[in-house]
């Protein structure tokens, strides 16, 4: 819930700036900044505290590559706030227009790989050092991956829509596209 929290008031935080001073208000540039602000933290976290914190959350199973994995999802978190932070136009200037909705997809893969060691760390009962929340927390921790699967989706652009809203929304461009070229 702490990385939650970061991303919830990061995002606000970056917001605000455009309610206050902007006529543009978007919602997935200020989530995009707070998910990107929440990895930046957490992924620097993995190489700093990667034996206090993140090895106890590990498999046995993984045991012998667990040090590696840890610095592999830290490396994965620091390329992901990267790939948020870049601008679209800079990624269209250099060739790259698709790279923060791989940047989207490759986060969601990522936390959907990570709920093993919340899995983990639920199952064994154990906590986390520098996280005191608690055993409820760490059973309630793998049900907030799908909230970050959705997040890393949400703020670059990719649509959750039903097929029926999408039919609807494609048949409501397609109508406008047409209503546009007619009356040109």
Known sequence: ???LALIVVASLLAY???YVFGDR??????????LSIGLLFTGTDHFVSAETRYLPMMPELLAPIALQLVWLSGLAELAGALGLMLPAGALRRVGWPGLRRLT???LAL??????IANINVAIKGSGVNGLNF?????????LLQ???IWWSLYCVGISMLTRREHSQHSNSSSASRHAGTASA
């Open 1 to 3: 819930m702490s990385f």
């Open 25 to 34: 208000r978007d919602y997935r540039m200020a989530m995009r900044h707070g």
């Open 134 to 142: 608690g055993d409820t927390y760490f059973l309630l921790r793998p």
């Open 110 to 115: 990522m936390f959907s790989l990570l709920v």
């Open 146 to 148: 799908p909230v970050f």
């Open 104 to 106: 989207g997809k490759s």
């Open 16 to 18: 605000l700036p455009q």
